[in-house]
């Protein structure tokens, strides 16, 4: 199996310090958040990782460097997650199975959120997975939603819906296990919230087609993209150690 980490963002909630260091770099402890994403990556199976990164982003191919497992591409304008992810594609080229897409700001403290994606996916015969928390209604809005049958199966997603319109309390939460159409999906995929190509735009076209199933993860997910959300991670990832 083969995985894609975005880390081209600007990181503009973290500034100042992203100015010179990506937030996808911060330290856990003695080791860069990134690098616990790549052992999650990995101990859930995936062989080969691209890391999509962008210009004054180097640190990170700097650190990762001497990893075999690992190779970039860049993303030469931040047009958003989908566009990310698309920059990706042609080390897809060809393919079929899954791709296991993870976000390099999201760490998810106490398991391995990957690995239970994987064997979601196989107990309903490969199918394409998403990784799902609860999220309190009121801040729904702050998300990707789903809609989501008692079989687990997906039927509806929605970025950022306002309360009222959220079909549940089931938010995307920084894993995918997709199916490699999803490129094809992303190449045709018009700009959408915030003038950004959105994943999760995408991935709601491609439900008409093929069948994705939820993930409600063990972990909890830690957003390091700002400084309160790096603050959690440290205290979680300090538990569980
Ligand atoms: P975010 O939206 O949290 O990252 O994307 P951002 O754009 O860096 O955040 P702010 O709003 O400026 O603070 C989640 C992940 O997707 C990557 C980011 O690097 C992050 O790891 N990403 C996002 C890209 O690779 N490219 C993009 O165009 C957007």
Redesign the pocket.
Known sequence: MKAII?????????LPVTKVVP??MLPIGSRPALELIVEEAKSAGADEIVM?I?KGKELIREYFKDDPAVSFVY?HE????G??VLQAAPAFAGGTGNVLVL????LVAGGNASRELAAVSRSNGGAAVVGLERVPREKVSRYGIVAMEESGRITGMVEKPAPENAPSDLAVAGRYLLDVAIFDFLAGQRAGLGG?IQLTDAIARMIAEKPLYGCVYRGRRQ?I??PQGYFKALEAFGENR
């Open positions: 975005p880390v081209a963002g600007h990181g503009t909630r973290f937030k996808e999509v962008s993303q931040q047009k958003g997650l566009h990310a976000l390099g700001d999201a950004e957003d993209g700002n």
